[in-house]
């Protein structure tokens, strides 16, 4: 089966409705199904509805963000973000995080996820970025797979751990 022709573009407002439908299929189903329970409890908000509302605001109006959607067919089938963060202090001192990136499911495996990523590394070059940095769960074997494949080398590991009442020692 050949791939669904796509266009890139960067997201305006007008594409919050589709970004959003986006980000909860990231942060909800796919998260559902990819991360176990004890790592859910240790990122789970308090109003998950608000949180990704509030995510999409401001990935769509602030300047140091960089979203770009993918449509086909008329209809917008992924999305990746990316924050711009300048720090003198650095070597590579522009630099960009990848924060979202999702392909809908039924449109995987055609290349859209590297057409996205590659997309974004354009324009995060041509805004003056000199590296590009990305995370994802550590459950999320398919992700970090792309990522590979696409130059990244795994750099850090996250820990987290709840402490419940009464676990401070004294």
């Known amino acids: 089966m050949s791939a669904p022709a796509m266009n890139i573009r960067r997201a305006t407002i007008r594409d919050r409705s589709a970004v959003l439908g986006l980000h909860r299929a990231l942060y909800v189903d796919l998260h559902r199904k ?10 789970a908000y308090v109003d998950l509805d608000a949180a990704l509302e509030a995510d999409v605001d401001a990935l769509l109006g602030q300047p140091d963000m960089r979203v770009l959607v993918g449509e086909s067919g008329g209809r917008i089938i992924g999305y990746i973000t990316a924050r711009i963060v300048r720090d003198p ?4 001192s522009v630099r960009a995080f990848v924060e979202d990136w999702l392909v809908m499911e039924g449109a995987r495996g055609h290349g859209l996820g590297r057409a996205l990523m590659e997309r974004l590394f354009d324009v995060l070059a041509q805004d003056g970025c000199e590296m590009v940095e990305s995370s994802t769960l550590a459950s ?3 992700a970090r797979a792309a990522h590979a494949k696409l130059g990244f080398v795994e750099t850090d590991v996250r820990m987290r751990r709840a402490l419940e009442p009464g676990t401070r020692r004294r």
């Open 34 to 43: 990819i991360t176990p329970p004890v790592v859910a409890r240790l990122a």
């Open 89 to 92: 202090r650095r070597v590579l």
């Open 140 to 142: 999320n074997d398919g």
